[in-house]
């Protein structure tokens, strides 16, 4: 559905931002790009949505530009709808008023038919009952299922997030993850997220984009790309493992995925081989309806082969912690 090719942005001649990207987003999938700040997520975002312009390469919304000034551009852009951090609703317009604005505005519908679909998505967000209040009035998730409805109500087949959940708490956070996979799902519209919190990535990401320094470091899975990561800056990022680990003896990392977390792998590798392992740091994480972990195992130097047979011989994946 969108398909981003060997996109550069430049601030200037030496200033580089995004450096030669390649990304595709399926039809009705939910991908997250995550990185560190200042990395180029928020920029990347804003090129897909074509408000700033780019010096090499495209992006394509289902064939169709969305570069300024490409063939197609503005009706690739009326496709997409837009979630900000920061909400920016009119403070002086009531909540219905700041929903019904762009359709009457940009895309000028008739009033009578916003307004009725305004009310459904405000009551698809769960603030069917607020929509005379004011922005004042409001909490920030609330603000920001405000935002979503005010996207959504201009139809997009795909809704782009800038850092929507970062300055809200917990548990507001939970919820607004909990709405967004609830119109992924219910209204088929294809979601992008720009987020640092691995929160968003476990809640509700099915493929997420790794950015670091510009450049798309890795792509896949989150449970695949996070539990094993293989490059230093995306362990970096997640701080992998305690930097307490033994000098002595040999570090043995397994990785477990989906039912691997149900076998008791650890007492039956110590009672086959007949020896006694340390496990010094392990971690759960929950990716949306499974849990996927990982454990540091340490064990004497002459243990060690005979422990990566016995996991090989039940699919455990691991590595030796150098």
């Not at 700040?37 to 949505?49: E, F, M, P, Q, W």
């Not at 209204?187 to 798309?216: N, P, Y």
């Not at 362990?235 to 995925?257: A, C, H, I, M, Q």
């Not at 340390?278 to 005979?306: H, P, T």
Request: glycine share 6%; proline share 3%.
């Amino acid at each position: 559905m969108l398909r981003i090719e060997h996109l550069v942005k430049k601030f200037d001649e030496d200033f580089v931002v995004l450096d030669d990207i390649d990304l595709s987003v399926n039809k009705g999938e939910v991908v997250v790009i995550l990185g560190p700040s200042g990395c180029g997520k928020s920029t990347l975002l804003r090129c897909i949505n074509g408000l700033e312009d780019i010096q090499d390469g495209r992006v394509l919304l289902e064939g169709e530009e969305i570069n300024p000034g490409g063939k197609g551009a503005e009706k690739s852009r009326v496709k997409i709808g837009m979630v900000f951090q920061s909400y920016d609703l009119f403070p002086h317009m009531s909540i219905l008023d700041n929903v019904i604005l762009a359709p009457m505005k940009v895309q000028k519908r008739n009033k009578e038919d916003v307004v009725k679909e305004a009310r459904e998505m405000l009551e698809r967000v769960g603030l069917a009952s607020r929509e005379e209040s004011y922005p004042r009035q409001l909490s920030g998730g609330q603000k920001q299922r405000v935002a979503i409805a005010r996207a959504l109500v201009l139809d997009p087949e795909i809704l782009l997030c800038d850092e929507a959940t970062s300055a809200l708490d917990p548990e507001i956070t939970k919820g607004i993850l909990a709405l967004l996979q609830k119109i992924n799902k219910e209204m088929g519209i294809t979601i992008v997220v720009v987020t640092h919190q691995m929160e968003v990535v476990k809640q509700i990401c099915q493929r997420v984009a790794f950015l670091s320094q510009g450049k798309v470091l890795a792509v896949g899975r989150p449970e695949k790309l996070f539990v094993w990561p293989q490059e230093r800056e995306i362990r970096d990022f997640l701080r992998e493992e305690s930097d307490k680990l033994p000098e002595t003896g040999v570090n043995l990392k397994l990785f477990f995925y989906g039912e691997g977390n149900q076998r008791p792998i650890v007492t039956q590798m110590s009672q086959e081989l007949h020896t006694d392992f340390n496990i010094c740091w392990a971690k759960l994480e929950d990716f949306r309806e499974d849990v996927y972990g990982s454990l540091v195992l340490n064990m004497k130097q002459e243990d060690l082969e005979r422990a990566c047979a016995f996991l090989d011989s039940k699919d455990v994946t691991w590595e030796v912690i150098e």
